[in-house]
């Protein structure tokens, strides 16, 4: 019983961030043993004890031990911005310790509340305010995702999101820590609170009720006999070669997807619309004012003319001779102009976008959807990119070399091809649900790049595991499209239908099966579970602070 007590204090708080950090890598891919979720933040409700010694130390030792998580997680971002990593994984690393906490204050203050429901509604809260909210979001390594391995334990998301998904699985956490609670109490012969009976009898019903909801929605689902076939490219550029990218390997990339896209059209099943990933277009130009401007400087500038019709024609003529349409992921210009043309060789321009381009007979389509929401710190800083100057000092320091010149784009475009709507969010995008759901068609066409995982292959299965709950939310199948991989189709369940291998050039046809017939209530109601539940959070920690000053008061 010492030694037990001598964790009731900043030791535990070391040791539960540290176990609470394993559970999670073990649960997330590559490992994938899922069922750890269940127990992940169990060390950390534990030590919210009200009775812990050292508080505030204990909290910070919870972020400390759960680091190394962290860094493993965001380890692949270091080749990227070395001084970034460190910054980035301590961030990430608050959040525990920001739980634990919160929750015992809440405890402390409201002896009266079950751990159980407290649990989940401050879990998911903190969740939902860095998933969506902070720094724009980051809405990676939910403690819901891993539960996608099983249909039914992630059947909730079509209900309420992922967020729900979370608090679910956090009130089974809770429960574990009652009944642990109650076991050693019982073992002292001390007397046990009925709070705890109650709530784990709550959670029982609210989990019966949410479970049956999810299935009868499961159930009423209905899938068209004919799946939408596309044709998928997957290159395999590294980013190490894609930030300088000479002319002479663009060519010759250009010819492996031009030919890899013959192939895709010409084999049977032929399919319904071909897909290149995220701007892996190897030309400068692909949009119909750019390359207007461009045939303008022909006499002034003829070997960048003769360039960007190089690989603009072989797009066109390739689609025309197919007679298959084709979406291009490429950079895109407003304002295009050649006469502000600077010493170093750039060119003017009055906007840039990340943007996907149908071709279809032979010409660009007038419509492109262009990226809504960019990579925090990946596109832009959040807050610190409405001042530029310091913006750009910041990279110099911990990105030389980046630039963040990519603007939004203002609405969202679909593409309709055989009465069939697709949404191309590009990369980062399929991770954020409110675009998504906003972006809603009949597929989910996810172009993205993800070479700037490098060898880490278990960075693209986060980023595949995280887009695929858009699947579960909206019911609606999934394609990547994916530069290095993983690129692969996934159905209304989020369930794998097939991928292809991570860093290999490859294509396939992938079918996608169709809906025709779904409730869908999350794609209504949005995250209101997740609101719901941060708001409850910041109020009831609020509460602590007002409680306090009037017992002070009183005092």
């Given at each position: 019983?010492?030694?037990?007590?001598?964790?009731?204090?900043?030791?535990?708080?070391?040791?539960?961030?540290?176990?609470?950090?394993?559970?999670?890598?073990?649960?997330?891919?590559?490992?994938?043993?899922?069922?750890?979720?269940?127990?992940?933040?169990?060390?950390?409700?534990?030590?919210?004890?009200?009775?812990?010694?050292?508080?505030?130390?204990?909290?910070?030792?919870?972020?400390?031990?759960?680091?190394?998580?962290?860094?493993?997680?965001?380890?692949?971002?270091?080749?990227?911005?070395?001084?970034?990593?460190?910054?980035?994984?301590?961030?990430?690393?608050?959040?525990?310790?920001?739980?634990?906490?919160?929750?015992?204050?809440?405890?402390?203050?409201?002896?009266?509340?079950?751990?159980?429901?407290?649990?989940?509604?401050?879990?998911?809260?903190?969740?939902?305010?860095?998933?969506?909210?902070?720094?724009?979001?980051?809405?990676?390594?939910?403690?819901?995702?891993?539960?996608?391995?099983?249909?039914?334990?992630?059947?909730?998301?079509?209900?309420?999101?992922?967020?729900?998904?979370?608090?679910?699985?956090?009130?089974?956490?809770?429960?574990?820590?009652?009944?642990?609670?109650?076991?050693?109490?019982?073992?002292?012969?001390?007397?046990?609170?009925?709070?705890?009976?109650?709530?784990?009898?709550?959670?029982?019903?609210?989990?019966?009720?949410?479970?049956?909801?999810?299935?009868?929605?499961?159930?009423?689902?209905?899938?068209?006999?004919?799946?939408f076939?596309?044709?998928?490219?997957?290159?395999?550029?590294?980013?190490?070669?894609?930030?300088?990218?000479?002319?002479?390997?663009r060519?010759?990339?250009?010819?492996?997807?031009?030919?890899?896209?013959?192939?895709?059209?010409?084999?049977?099943?032929?399919p319904?619309?071909?897909?290149?990933?995220?701007?892996?277009?190897?030309?400068?130009?692909?949009?119909?004012?750019?390359?207007?401007?461009?045939?303008?400087?022909?006499?002034?500038?003829?070997?960048?003319?003769?360039?960007?019709?190089?690989?603009?024609e072989?797009?066109?003529?390739?689609?025309?001779?197919?007679?298959?349409?084709?979406?291009?992921?490429?950079?895109?210009?407003?304002?295009?102009?050649?006469?502000?043309?600077?010493?170093?060789?750039?060119?003017?321009?009055d906007?840039?976008?990340?943007?996907?381009?149908?071709?279809?007979?032979?010409?660009?389509?007038?419509?492109?959807?262009?990226?809504?929401?960019?990579?925090?710190?990946?596109?832009?800083?959040?807050?610190?990119?409405?001042?530029?100057?310091?913006?750009?000092r910041?990279?110099?320091?911990?990105?030389?070399?980046?630039?963040?010149?990519?603007?939004k784009?203002?609405?969202?475009?679909r593409?309709?091809?055989?009465?069939?709507?697709?949404?191309?969010?590009?990369?980062?995008?399929?991770?954020v649900?409110?675009?998504?759901?906003?972006?809603?068609?009949?597929?989910?066409?996810?172009?993205?790049?993800?070479?700037?995982?490098?060898?880490?292959?278990?960075?693209?299965?986060h980023?595949?595991?995280?887009?695929?709950?858009?699947?579960?939310?909206?019911?609606?199948?999934?394609?990547?499209?994916?530069?290095t991989?993983?690129?692969?189709?996934?159905?209304?369940?989020?369930?794998?239908?097939?991928?292809?291998?991570?860093?290999?050039?490859?294509?396939?046809?992938?079918?996608?099966?169709l809906?025709?017939?779904?409730?869908?209530?999350?794609?209504?109601?949005?995250?209101?579970?997740?609101?719901?539940?941060?708001?409850?959070?910041?109020?009831?920690?609020?509460?602590?602070?007002?409680?306090?000053?009037?017992?002070?008061?009183?005092?």
């Open positions: 019983m010492r030694s037990f007590d001598r964790l009731n204090g900043p030791l535990g708080g070391l040791c539960a961030g540290m176990l609470h950090g394993a559970c999670m890598v073990l649960a997330f891919p590559p490992a994938g043993v899922w069922p750890l979720v269940f127990v992940a933040i169990v060390p950390l409700v534990w030590v919210s004890s009200p009775r812990v010694r050292r508080p505030r130390l204990t909290s910070t030792l919870v972020a400390i031990g759960s680091l190394p998580a962290w860094m493993y997680f965001m380890h692949w971002t270091a080749a990227i911005s070395s001084a970034g990593f460190a910054p980035l994984a301590v961030y990430l690393s608050l959040w525990p310790g920001i739980f634990v906490h919160g929750l015992r204050r809440i405890r402390r203050a409201h002896p009266g509340w079950s751990i159980v429901p407290l649990t989940a509604v401050v879990w998911t809260g903190l969740e939902f305010l860095r998933g969506e909210v902070v720094f724009h979001g980051f809405a990676w390594f939910l403690l819901g995702h891993p539960t996608i391995a099983s249909p039914w334990l992630s059947a909730p998301g079509v209900l309420g999101g992922q967020y729900l998904v979370s608090a679910l699985v956090a009130a089974l956490n809770g429960v574990i820590v009652v009944r642990a609670s109650a076991a050693m109490r019982t073992e002292r012969n001390e007397t046990s609170s009925d709070h705890g009976s109650r709530a784990e009898a709550f959670t029982a019903v609210a989990l019966i009720v949410v479970y049956a909801v999810s299935a009868a929605l499961r159930l009423h689902v209905r899938v068209a006999e004919t799946p076939r596309i044709g998928v490219v997957q290159s395999n550029v590294p980013q190490s070669v894609r930030g300088a990218w000479p002319l002479e390997a060519i010759a990339d250009f010819e492996t997807l031009i030919s890899r896209t013959v192939m895709l059209g010409t084999d049977a099943p032929t319904d619309v071909i897909v290149w990933p995220e701007t892996m277009f190897p030309g400068d130009f692909f949009d119909r004012g750019s390359l207007a401007a461009v045939a303008q400087v022909r006499e002034k500038y003829p070997v960048l003319y003769d360039v960007t019709r190089h690989f603009a072989g797009v066109l003529s390739a689609q025309r001779g197919l007679g298959v349409p084709l979406i291009v992921g490429t950079s895109t210009y407003d304002g295009l102009s050649f006469e502000r043309v600077s010493q170093t060789g750039t060119w003017g321009f906007h840039r976008y990340n943007s996907a381009v149908l071709v279809i007979e032979g010409e660009i389509a007038p419509d492109r959807y262009d990226k809504m929401r960019l990579a925090p710190f990946g596109e832009e800083m959040p807050y610190i990119s409405a001042w530029p100057w310091l913006e750009q910041l990279l110099a320091f911990g990105a030389s070399g980046m630039t963040f010149d990519l603007a784009g203002a609405r969202p475009v593409f309709a091809i055989n009465e069939v709507t697709l949404t191309t969010p590009i990369c980062f995008e399929a991770t649900t409110s675009l998504v759901r906003r972006l809603d068609g009949d597929v989910i066409v996810n172009m993205t790049n993800d070479g700037w995982y490098g060898a880490f292959d278990g960075g693209r299965r980023h595949e595991l995280t887009a695929r709950w858009r699947c579960v939310e909206l019911a609606r199948p999934l394609v990547r499209v994916a530069n991989g993983i690129s692969g189709v996934f159905d209304h369940t989020g369930r794998t239908i097939n991928v292809l291998p991570a860093r290999q050039e490859s294509h396939a046809v992938f079918e996608a099966p809906v025709r017939r779904a409730w869908r209530p999350y794609a209504a109601i949005g995250n209101i579970f997740g609101w719901t539940f941060s708001g409850g959070t910041i109020l009831a920690w609020c509460g602590t602070y007002i409680n306090r000053r009037r017992s002070a008061d009183v005092a």
